[in-house]
């Protein structure tokens, strides 16, 4: 079965970069996102990395993909106060219908310290 | 300005009722989703649809029904049937028939008391 894992919390100061690290089972996995979600609001897609990337980077943010250990991480570099929010982590599969979904972790919760 | 709105933001209803909430986008998306997410719990799938006239049980369908009569809307019903429906529901658009990333609209807060 799928399953999406990520570490609940993460505290680290301003400036100082940030990694959340992720876990997922299905190895037919297409695409990987990250969604950042601030208190009370949607899911803001963050960035994506097709499984045949091994590295992504799109300003502040770098994502890994080690594929033997299906393992995915976020990297924020000069971590903001603005960062603070729950990221999800998000594997795309393909369903019994033939259709894609996505499967997501519980989200890590970022907080920064000024 | 192109995007997903549910409305409302924050529902309150008596336990027993049904209640609907809305979900509507002009992004000419064809595939739409509701999510459902509690606390430490991430977003679960309830129900989606990848056509007008269609949809699919998602991983927590029971005690929820959802109609597809027009592509910009994809409304959810919560019955009586559902044993705990206080939460936070999320829908989701995105292309149909490919792996494109799912955009969010902010969300419905209900709570049933």
């Known amino acids: 079965g799928e399953d999406v894992e990520q570490s609940l919390f993460l505290s680290v100061r301003e400036g100082d970069s940030s990694v959340i690290n992720c876990t997922y089972t299905d190895s037919s996995s297409t695409y990987l996102y990250w969604y950042k979600q601030e208190p009370g609001a949607g899911l803001q897609l963050l960035t994506y990395i097709f499984s045949n990337m091994d590295m992504k980077q799109d300003q502040r943010l770098t994502v890994l993909l080690n594929k033997k250990d299906k393992h995915l991480s976020l990297r924020i570099a000069d971590t903001q106060t603005g960062d603070s929010a729950i990221y999800f982590c998000?594997?795309?599969?393909?369903?019994?219908?033939?259709?894609?979904?996505?499967?997501f972790g519980k989200g890590t919760k970022l907080s920064v310290i000024p | 300005d192109g995007g997903i709105t549910q409305s409302p933001k924050y529902l309150f209803r008596k336990e027993g009722q049904n209640v609907t909430l809305s979900c509507e986008q002009n992004l000419n998306h064809d595939a739409m989703y509701w999510y459902r997410q509690d606390p430490g719990q991430g977003l679960r799938l309830i129900y989606y649809s990848q056509i007008v006239n269609d949809f699919q049980k998602g991983d927590i369908a029971e005690g929820y029904s959802v109609s597809r009569e027009k592509k910009e809307s994809f409304p959810l019903t919560v019955t009586s049937a559902q044993k705990n429906p206080t939460a936070f529901y999320l829908c989701?658009?995105?292309?149909?028939?490919?792996?494109?990333?799912?955009?969010f609209g902010p969300g419905t807060r209900l709570t049933v008391t």
């Open positions: 989701a658009s995105s292309i149909s028939g490919a792996n494109y990333e799912q955009y």
């Open positions: 998000a594997e795309s599969i393909i369903s019994g219908a033939g259709s894609y979904q996505l499967t």
